[in-house]
């Protein structure tokens, strides 16, 4: 194949046609890094400031007192009390085992949930057996099913296990999501291609084999995703377990819920009991945040 030199002429043309096509210089600087300019610095930063103002008040609320924060116009930077009352809401609300126990149920819950929904949205989108629609439209329809129906039977159902005030009432019944199972449904019917499972057949692999190397691997992006919105939401549960459990064995919603009580309740312990159960949320996204949102890129470049 020969190249054809361009003419001094035919130069000019070509520089004067990319000029009038902005979209050819885009495609010819592809793979160049794009640079943000000053107004999308601005945009972001207001976004963040908007963020973080809740947390950044909880914080300046937690470090006064409450004749201060009764006052007008409210305080706007932090106090000397901080330390004081972060004390007075762990010792007052027993947040050491509320604290364990949390992470216990967050955690076995997040867990079940990444697990059981991958391979129930495997078995949708990939697996072909009778009335699968059917039962993938009754598990979305149970999305539409207020939780407050099934309050009394559920609870009904485990003090006749005999389970009243222990961690497995929180735990068993959120094991599965329907949320999760369509959510890992819709993903894997892109992600994975069928070629892929159809090989590791054909290579001797069992179903378990396929799960483990093919099926897995692949949803690892979604499940992460997953898995930190199961977590942050178990965290911060409050019905359930208000109804389930006492204040002898709490989680952290249950107990900080001890802290509002009173004749004149203490809003700045309020706001530090408030403060310690956001920390471990925050910790593991500061732990955990990178490799999601890489996961989440992996993902998005792989489909």
């Known amino acids: ?34 640079h943000a300019g000053p107004v999308t610095y601005v945009v972001l930063a207001l976004f963040a400031l908007v963020s973080l103002a809740p947390l950044v008040w909880t914080a300046i609320a937690a470090s006064r007192n409450n004749t201060r924060l009764a006052q007008s116009p409210p305080p706007l930077w932090f106090g000397g009390n901080l ?65 407050q129906l099934a309050v009394v039977p559920l609870y009904l159902w485990m003090s006749d296990l005999g389970w009243s005030n ?21 993903y894997l019917v892109q992600a994975l291609p069928s070629e892929l499972i159809e090989a590791a057949r054909v290579d001797g692999a069992n179903s378990l084999r396929v799960v483990w190397h093919v099926v897995f691997p692949a949803a690892r992006p979604a499940m992460a995703v997953l898995g930190l919105l199961t977590f942050v939401m178990a965290w911060n549960d409050f019905l359930w377990p208000i109804i389930a459990l006492n204040q002898q064995n709490p989680t952290v919603q249950v107990a900080l819920n001890s802290l509002g009580t009173g004749y004149i309740p203490d ?6 009991g408030a403060l310690l159960g956001t920390l471990p949320l925050l910790i593991a996204f500061l732990l955990f945040g990178k490799q999601i949102v890489g996961g989440i890129m992996q993902g998005a470049v792989k489909g």
């Open 166 to 186: 222990q961690l497995q009432t929180v735990i068993l019944p959120t094991l599965v999501s329907a949320f999760g199972t369509f959510f890992m449904r819709q």
């Open 267 to 272: 809003q700045a312990v309020i706001m530090a």
């Open 1 to 34: 194949m020969t190249t054809t030199e361009l003419t001094p002429d035919q130069e000019r043309a070509k520089t004067a046609a990319d000029g009038r096509n902005p979209g050819r210089r885009r495609v010819l600087g592809a793979g160049k890094q794009l």
């Open 83 to 147: 330390f004081k009352n972060l004390e007075a809401a762990w010792d007052q609300a027993g947040l050491g085992t509320a604290m364990i126990n949390s992470t216990i149920v967050a955690g076995t819950i997040t867990i079940g949930t990444v697990v059981f929904s991958t391979l129930a949205g495997f078995a949708f989108a990939k697996l072909k057996f009778k009335f699968s629609g059917l039962l993938l439209l009754l598990t979305i329809g149970t999305m539409m099913i207020p939780p």
